[in-house]
């Protein structure tokens, strides 16, 4: 279906979605394309529908109830009250109107070449039974099968719905501010950049914007799985899917509907569902293997054992059973379910996986490797002292504002402190040139000053003796025409559940590592106060690829968390890449897995759920296949029915899709 799609004129890319029940189509006009795809779809599938976005409504499933209460109503009559012809027509009557769509369906899959589905197996089996004088039997197979089937989709559509839910906050209206100053509601889709809203207390935030009049508190859980609220106050901005908790706010909108974070959230659901981990995709080549090698064993049950005795009543009924048996629903459907729910359960707590292949790959994770600034600390440094050089003959006003010069044009959180603590004019620098990793070389009156680590220094020669570092702190360094002018001694605090964050991880069995170009006494310092077991300081960009690389073959597959632009490499080349939510959109956009509240508690939660996607799917896979194992070798030895292999095929799928919507209550404290 999809490959067919994707050879129209005009489309760029087709995905077909399972769990989201979605054909996502891009390219030139998709909407002019929509009968051609139908057309498609129908050929393929005759049961398939396509509707549009716009004409979603909710299928009641009444035609379906209504023919699996009549047809188990003339199944019983015949069962239990009927003889002779009357009792033949009420069971050849129930058989046809439980299975008319099973035996289409394979009618017109035999002529596309599709033989080995499951429609084509049930209804050989049972025809086959029908052919043996077992015809209770076919009916009740054929009853059983529907039964199983129906709340097979019932549960998977319920678990789809719960999914989308939980993670779908999009408003359908907001209420915009007039310039008369009376508000006007109107869809939330018509909203514009720069409209003004207003936002009453209990309601959610319907769009990504600014505060521009009011104070209250916003209860962020939905978006960041942070339970305190946040205050907010003119100028603070706020996030769509936020619930306002206390006071009136006016709010500027900054991004359509289209483009806040209640759908952005939406779309990485979505589209994360379309990249399918590998046992999903081993599954699909299994299945391939397994319904064919199945039906291959039931001919030889039939024929081998029946030449042998001559009792082919006997044996063409295991046959059969085997047929029953060998439908892959259970793995078919469950995988793929248990990691979109696994998808579902990280959104709720506020981390985005980007697809199932990203949470397989955070499974068998051993290591979890952080950047320092941003990620383990707050990032919000502020500077605690200004020290001049004993030789500088220079104020401490003074040596800040040739600092604040030198970081003018740098939104480094460091920059930010050093600007923040300046509140005096500074000099304008004539040219400034960023060191990646080291700091700025600037020209101001003439001169040229450098303002960065002690590697920026060194490497120009300026004699450090004497200049101890100050632990558990960043220190910058300012020399001009080759002097060293002195230091300014900037702190950054470690997030409060750091510690506790550390510490479970390690209760997980993983090593934590921490990346940072800081110099290596402050890198000791956080390292020692959270128990980080491996650092590695004074790095530059391109040296964390590099001590990446050293970690994975130490310690086995790694995870790195990181939130700047310049840990975009970094993010890409880790076996899972993190990013923080408050982060920089290269990172973002590079990570695998994105922390939307920005705290270190959500590692080893994403962990504890990837691990959990995992155990579930292999036990639904262990399960699934020890069932029908089991049944064979009882059909073999004349013990199972055509009703246990129907319990092996419908109710072992339905058991095993039940058991994959676990994964979205799983406990991550």
Known sequence: MQHQISRLDGVHDCTLV??????????DNP??????????????ESATKVIAPEEEEEETGGHTLAELLIGAGLFLLGELVLNGVPQVVAMLAAYLLLGWRVLLTAVRNIGKGRIFDENFLMSLATIGAWAIGASDEAVGVMLFYRIGEYFEDRAVERSRRQIMQAVDLRPETVNRIQPDGSTQTIPAADAQVDDLVLVRPGDRVPLDGVVEEGVSRLDTAAITGEPVPVRVAPGDRALSGCVNTDGVLK???THVLAESMVQRILDSVENAAARKPKIDRFITRFSRV????????????????????????????????FLVISCPCALVLSVPLTYFAGIGAGSKRGILFKGGVSLEALSDVKTIVMDKTGTITRGNFAVQQVVPAADANMEAVELLQLAAACESASTHPIAKSILSACQTDYPAADSIREQAGEGVEAVIGGKTVLCGNRKLLERHGIDLAGLTGTPGSTEVLLARDGQLLGHIVIADTVKADAKQAMDRMQAQGLTTAMLTGDAQETADAVAKELGIQEVRARLLPEDKLTALTELREKHGAVM???????????????DVGAAMGSGADAAIEAADVVFMNADLSSIPASVQIARGARRISHQNIAFALGVKLLVMVLGLAGIASMWLAVFADSGVAMLCVLNSIRMLYVKTE
């Open 18 to 27: 399972f769990e989201t029940r979605q054909l996502r189509v891009t390219g």
């Open 31 to 44: 909407d002019a394309l929509l009968p051609r795809i139908r057309e498609i779809c129908t050929s393929i």
């Open 251 to 253: 709010l500027r909108v």
């Open 290 to 321: 397994y319904t064919p090698a199945v039906v291959g064993i039931a001919v030889l049950t039939a024929l081998v054992p029946g030449v042998i005795t001559g009792d082919w009543s006997h044996w063409v009924y295991t046959a059969l059973t």
């Open 560 to 574: 790195f968390v990181g939130d700047g632009i310049n840990d975009a490499p970094v993010l890409a080349g880790a």
